[in-house]
């Protein structure tokens, strides 16, 4: 058990010893939850993010948007973990559709939120111009729905690989294994490690900022598009 008085100024300093004398080992952890949270993300991108658009393009369907994502927001990982291991038991699959229903909450909220805002008057426009439904939601409503989509996207990204180490505990691997076995490796393992998840979030985040300025529009990449949400509504 970590107490207090475990902490010491060279703590940190034996942390990054740690990770120094074992990057090869760290950095195949880190594969691992990269691994994981990919799985979960997809998993969710699959399922939430469709359905939010779809929600967003009919205009209906706001309070089970917000209300999906609050559940989800509220519910323990390690519940979802839990309630999943008497049908799928300890392992990867158990652990990827716990995150995933993590990750479902921003991706649903924030795909209805995008494609539901978009300017009726582009869209009425484009209408006018002779394009389907299907015509409008590809060419006008997702394009201008991009910065909502990626945010959506990164906060979903980032909270499962913050929150993967929490998998070890069900046989999830990853950084975790370390981070939950002070006994094998000490605090200085077990900060080293949490150290790399930090790392790790860090740039997931980074990437996914660049790949959200090159999905842009170039024309919206000089306005705030992504405002700030009503209470309740934030995922930025």
Not at 11 to 26: Q, T
Not at 195 to 223: D, E
């Amino acid at each position: 058990m970590i107490v207090a008085d475990s902490f010491r100024p060279g703590v940190f300093i034996d942390a990054l010893g740690f990770i120094a004398d074992h990057p090869w080992f760290l950095a195949g952890k880190a594969l691992e939850q990269l691994t994981l949270s990919g799985a979960a993300l997809g998993l969710a991108l699959l399922v939430a993010l469709p359905f939010g658009i779809v929600l967003g393009h009919l205009h209906r369907g706001s309070g089970l948007a917000i209300g999906s994502s609050i559940f989800v927001r509220a519910l323990p990982s390690l519940a979802a973990i839990a309630f999943l291991l008497p049908v799928l038991g300890i392992g990867f699959l158990n652990n990827a559709i716990a995150l995933s229903i993590l990750a479902a909450g921003p991706l649903l909220t924030n795909s209805f939120e995008g494609v539901e805002g978009v300017d009726r008057d582009a869209v009425d426009a484009a209408r006018g111009m002779g394009m389907s439904a299907g015509q409008i939601l590809r060419r006008v409503e997702l394009p201008l729905a991009v910065p909502l989509l990626m945010t959506g996207i990164r906060v979903a990204a980032v909270t499962v690989v913050a929150t993967a180490p929490i998998a070890a505990i069900a046989g999830g691997g990853g950084l975790g294994d370390v981070i939950v076995n002070q006994a094998s490796y000490r605090l200085k393992g077990v900060l080293g490690a949490s150290l790399c998840v930090m790392a790790l979030s860090g740039a997931v985040f980074l990437c996914l900022v660049a790949l959200q300025n090159a999905l842009t529009p170039r024309g919206l990449r000089r306005t705030r598009v992504v405002a700030d949400l009503p209470p309740g509504k934030e995922f930025q």
